[in-house]
């Protein structure tokens, strides 16, 4: 079991930054990849940003290239989303993921087997 706690949500206007961060406890070396994804009210989970626990590549969406960045610590246990230039389309629930194949390239829900709890994002015009 791999147990994930998201923190550092808030509410911000737009052009600014968030840093999210994902930690990770448990049976933590099983892990292939790790994503974040989010949900906004009325619409369906989307994948924002994944990176390979082993290789280190990032994938991301198209809607927060240039934008987003994945990274994760040494230990890889901890992993972060860099938001910068946030725009209101970004208010979302953004939730962390583990999946324990791969399952970074697609960043497709059915890939992942951990979720964490969800934190919330607020960005105002």
């Known amino acids: 079991q791999v147990q994930l706690v998201e923190s550092g949500g808030g509410s911000v206007q737009a052009g600014g930054s968030l840093r999210l961060s994902c930690s990770a406890s448990g049976y933590t070396y099983n892990i292939g990849c790790m994503g974040w994804f989010r949900q906004a009210p009325g619409k369906e989970r989307e994948g924002v940003a994944g990176i390979r626990t082993r290789s280190g590549s990032t994938y991301y969406a198209d809607s927060v290239k240039g934008r987003f960045t994945i990274a994760q610590d040494n230990a890889k246990i901890t992993t972060y989303l860099q938001m910068n230039s946030l725009k209101p389309e970004d208010t979302a629930m953004y939730y962390c993921?583990?999946?324990?194949?791969?399952?970074?390239?697609?960043?497709?829900?059915?890939?992942?087997?951990?979720w964490g709890q969800g934190t919330q994002v607020t960005v105002s015009s």
């Open positions: 993921a583990a999946a324990l194949m791969s399952g970074c390239y697609a960043l497709s829900t059915n890939d992942f087997n951990y």
